[in-house]
């Protein structure tokens, strides 16, 4: 199915999947964790699994979503073998790994950067079961479906958590007057 032995160019299909979708999964391991070190490693952790299941992946199924569950699945674990809350979208080096805006002009900058701080701060103080659930919906753009198998919950509860979370984050933000 992928090639794992070098190109002429010596690259394999694996190397082309790293390079397409490392930034993507190092991103989403940051939301997930809140740390740019520990997204790193969970990245690099990611991609030995997906080198590891390659053969078990089905073509039929998007890419991107395959890998993009097997980092949610790998951080839902990280963070249950910790055991502890964790601090969403902190980066060691004071960057956001939110996605930026693709063109903004230099005030619009600094309004969407201010925003996007405020609705950070208050998605980091939700609950643990309403903000996974948010950041895999609207920063990963992961599915219903694509999410319940990722948290290994029914559908129906992906439906129930991000319906309160939205209405809990929505209270937090009003709180700030956005």
């Not at 990245?43 to 569950?69: C, M, Q, T």
């Not at 005030?107 to 201010?114: K, N, P, Y």
């Not at 694509?146 to 929505?170: C, D, M, S, W, Y």
Request: with cysteine; hydrophobic share 35%; aromatic share 8%.
């Amino acid at each position: 199915m992928y090639a794992l032995e070098p190109t002429m160019q010596g690259e394999t299909d694996l190397d082309a999947i790293y390079r397409e979708h490392y930034h993507r999964v190092r991103n989403l391991c940051a939301y997930l964790l809140g740390s740019r070190d520990a997204a790193e490693d969970a990245a690099h952790e990611v991609f030995l699994r997906v080198h590891n299941k390659i053969d078990g992946y089905n073509p039929e199924l998007s890419l991107r979503n395959w890998i993009l569950k097997i980092s949610s699945n790998y951080c839902v674990d990280v963070l249950r073998r910790r055991g502890v809350e964790r601090r969403l979208f902190e980066a060691d080096d004071g960057e956001s790994p939110e996605p930026r805006a693709s063109d903004p002009g230099p005030l619009t900058g600094v309004v969407t950067d201010e925003r996007s701080r405020r609705v950070r701060d208050a998605l980091r103080r939700l609950p643990e079961k309403f903000r996974i659930p948010l950041i895999l919906a609207y920063y990963s753009e992961m599915s219903y479906d694509e999410i319940a198998a990722a948290l290994r919950i029914p559908r129906n509860t992906v439906a129930t958590l991000l319906f309160r979370g939205k209405e809990q984050l929505r209270k937090e933000l009003k709180k700030e007057d956005l």
